[in-house]
């Protein structure tokens, strides 16, 4: 038995159980040229919200009946493929199935002897990347600069922070619980952390702790903490937008201050962003990434979940922040 | 007697006539190093808004009881300056005075056998400047893209529209009357331009408009219109943001939709300027727009209204989109 989980219908607003749905079809063989793989790591990611809707957006829409795809990483269990061998590693966007048939096209070969197989879902994979790629290419961060992160203990804004820290900046990070800003400060060494759903003043709880002013925000969230940190920018500042969190599941157009103005009176660039828009640089974002990872400079944090049919619920517990860096389900 | 015109108090809202206050002095005397300028031609511009105001934003507020300044063409009428001679005409940021004393700092000579004195206000000075740099560092224009420039007919926007025609695209203007629609089409060479005041969907008039969508939006006026055209934008989409007249004379924080998810979605970037930021780049922009201008690819629009007493009103006329291309008050 070969079990799959489909798109049973498009979410409204926050996704739910219900919109997902469990079938099983039989384990593939594969034919000449495939390789028949194994799930053994599945990433959920907020960016998936976007794939459940209809609506155009910078991926294609996931179809209903039809499994979802995310970041996985699976073994080869059986092979005709000229470049795989029984017993790979390998990863890709793959479906939310225990096995699978793949040509091998997109697929990428892993070494747990490098690092831990979960880790090229993170901090080696998209999400590592992306937090390397937005901080360097559009936040181009100077020594002694002011970066913000949005959803800092998540699994960009925990690597956002890291690397900005190694490149000598002061990084205050904004998060959800008081346990998470003290890990931001204990084990990713942030030098602040803020927790916006105790803080009285968001706005003025930045301001203090950023005396000088924000010069970079690696947004991840959107919305009203966004607004927060945009009244705190200085001159020049750039601001990668990575994710709205906050506004994935809003089932009318959210609305907010027009932020046109801010931008203008401080030179501001504020640029959008997914990891794809730099995919030369994924080698050099890898290299310098397992670099740092090896000489001990960065570390990540994991949520793993245990078990195929807890996928759906791990994707759900994303938008209520149960997640300590990156969130993966493990088959 | 020497008229001059102050800051009689900071606006709330829509700036009036009793903001400014008409005072007088005796007619300076140039000392040692001085020159005696007599004012010709007077800019106005939307900005000068912002600097009427006490908020912090890219220029200084001007003080209450304190002459206005903006952009001036004047003739030097007595030197003791060793670099200006009487019958030298100079521009620079001036105060509002029909004489005034200078200690050469920042002045600039023109030369009306090359241009128009009050070009040097407009096409070859700060607004046709404004122009080319944030067409060309932000908008980064390529040949066949589609532009969209709002508050089109006016002093900027309606060098954008051209200097995008003149690189190959395809230039939509939106402004607010059918007369300045027709001389965007027939004086400044604009593909097509909409009427924002008339049409019944904004929105639906774009799309229709820009069958390719928007590469680059030139935004000179923010709100609705700005919402209107960022409904459109393409992947990778770059917006210059150079003015936003239509929030100046807010008294709240003006909301509208969140534009976040639009610039993550389309990899799009939004960036403020002012033409201050590009220092570096002015003469290559002036002698260019020099060239155009020469060689007739260049045209522009001047709404010259006449006499000193009249300033105050040339100002306020701006907002309620009178000019067509740049106020000037001549003297």
Redesign the interface.
């Known amino acids: 038995m070969n079990k799959v989980i489909l798109l049973n219908k498009r979410p409204v607003g926050k996704p739910a159980l219900a919109d997902f749905r469990f079938s099983s079809d039989a384990i593939p063989v594969p034919t000449s040229g495939d390789v028949l793989l194994k799930t053994l790591y599945v990433s959920v990611d907020p960016y998936l919200r976007?794939r459940m809707s209809d609506s155009?957006?910078?991926v294609p829409s996931f179809e209903i009946g039809k499994p979802i795809q995310s970041g996985i990483i699976a073994e080869v269990i059986d092979s005709t493929h000229s470049e795989f061998t029984k017993g790979d590693f390998v990863s890709g966007i793959l479906e939310w199935k225990e096995y699978q048939i793949s040509d091998g096209k997109g697929l990428k070969k892993v070494d747990q002897n490098i690092s831990a197989l979960s880790s090229y879902l993170g901090i080696l994979g998209m999400t590592g990347i992306t937090a390397y790629l937005g901080l360097i290419e559009i936040g181009a961060p100077k020594k002694g600069e002011t970066i913000v992160v949005s959803g800092a203990a998540g699994a960009v804004g925990s690597v956002v922070g890291q690397i900005g820290k190694i490149l000598g900046c002061t990084v205050i990070g904004i998060t959800g619980s008081d346990k998470k800003a003290e890990l931001l400060k204990s084990k990713f060494k942030f030098d602040s952390a803020i927790n916006y759903k105790t803080v009285p003043d968001l706005n003025m709880a930045i301001r203090n702790t950023c005396p000088k002013g924000v010069d970079i925000y690696f947004?991840n969230v959107?919305?009203e903490i966004?607004d927060a940190v945009l009244a705190n920018i200085n001159?020049?500042a750039r601001l990668p937008?990575?994710?709205?969190i906050s506004?994935y599941n809003e089932t009318k157009?959210?609305?907010?201050?027009?932020?046109?103005?801010?931008?203008?009176?401080?030179?501001?660039?504020?640029?959008?962003?997914?990891v794809g828009?730099f995919s030369s640089k994924f080698p050099e974002a890898i290299k310098q990434l397992a670099v740092w990872l090896k000489e001990g400079k960065l570390t990540y944090a994991e949520t793993i979940v245990s078990g195929f049919d807890n996928i759906p619920q791990a994707f759900l517990d994303l938008f209520d922040g149960k997640n300590e860096g990156k969130m993966i389900v493990k088959i």
């Open positions: 976007g155009k957006s910078y947004d959107g919305g966004s001159k020049h937008v990575c994710g709205a506004l157009v959210p609305v907010g201050p027009r932020i046109q103005t801010i931008l203008l009176t401080k030179s501001a660039t504020m640029r959008g962003f997914i828009d």
